[in-house]
């Protein structure tokens, strides 16, 4: 999926919004991509690779455990001495943590290199590490300041951190299923990007739109990790160093604006600061590659 697909699909999902005043629908759409499809797309994914494969990362391999680490220490201070509001401290920590690497961050990583493959595996590898970490987040903050065992308990009832955990109980086991198996799981998983980008745009609204809000997002989900990988792997060959610049800078996922739904952590407000962050990073990096002159 490129960039002007990407951007008709948020467009088809904001339009439909305008058309069918229900709720009703797109509580079914979030419903279907989150609990089924999204659980199959990561199943797919995770279970059709190996244990070699997962061990041949190496650098982008050992990045992504920074730039999770860096986005989730950093947005937790933030919130645990500044923000007083709960739901947007939780809020604000699920959308640093999980950013856009496959919808956004395939498409861009392809202005810069012809093989994209270092940032399909940070990407998949991300996947893999992320959904379990926001949906707990997301599970505990929801519930109050819950106990860690029933926010654990609570993730764990979301089905992708199922599909997750088995797919890697596979792998690791050494377990690899019929492609016949495989394949079609895949297939149907897909469908999960486009319907969540058709969801994404059902929710666009300004109204929430605090530019405060857009600040400590963009600074914890964008900036610090930019800053971190070009100043540190900038003298990488380039199909590491861009593959991981890109995917380590992407807003935040539109998926992680489903689990906030899902949970009641400011989703709306979060959904405003995605759109406007979204628009922002297609702006900087096409900008980027003019700047280099690249392809």
Known sequence: MNIAEMLTLIALGYALKRLVKSEKPFDYLRILVNDILLAFFVFGNVASKDLNYLLSIK???????IIIGISLSTSYIYARFKLKDDPWAGALMVLSVYPNTAALGFPIASLFLDDITPAILYSTTNSMIVIPIVTFIAAHY?????????????????????????????VMAGIRLPD???EPIKTVGWW???LLIIYFGSRITLRAFDLKKLLEVGAFRIAIPFAFVFLTLRWERPEVFYSVLVEASMPPAIAANAILAQYHLKAEEAISVTFVLTLLVIGLFVALRLILGLK
Request: glycine letters at 4%; aromatic letters at 14%; charged letters at 10%.
């Open 59 to 65: 650098t982008v391999f050992i990045y992504v455990f």
């Open 180 to 182: 016949w198996i495989l």
């Open 192 to 194: 999960s990007i486009p």
């Open 142 to 170: 929801s519930s109050g300041g819950a106990s860690v065992r029933e926010s654990f308990l609570k993730a764990l009832k979301f089905p992708p951190t199922l599909a997750n955990l088995l797919a890697l109980t596979l």
